[in-house]
């Protein structure tokens, strides 16, 4: 496990898995506390067309948009990253589609 975070970090630069603010280990624990439980319920829900699913997907959309876009927009603050690790095959490309997903889901 510790190559691939080593990988990661070398490849992308993404100082989130070498030194991350305060503020990222609460995301992670919301992560884990609200979106993982609801991504495990919407599936099924989804597929039975449960009454529930627009409101709470609403919530979903908006915490993965606001919590991916302060990430990104701590990343682009980092001015050791190279072109390649800001750009749309680094960094930017993998949260910019986590926040597209996001974004997605409140529609």
Known sequence: MLDIRSYYYNTYGD???KDPPTWFNTYVLLELIY???VT???I???L???PRVPLQLLVFGL???ITTLTCITEMLSWEELTAEQRGLGGLSGMYGG???L???SEM
Do not use: I, M, Q, V
């Open 15 to 17: 100082r989130f898995f």
């Open 35 to 37: 979106h993982l439980p």
């Open 63 to 65: 915490e993965t948009a």
């Open 102 to 104: 996001g974004k997605c």
């Open 48 to 50: 039975r067309n449960d």
């Open 98 to 100: 986590y926040l597209a």
């Open 40 to 42: 495990l319920w919407a």
């Open 44 to 46: 099924p829900a989804l």
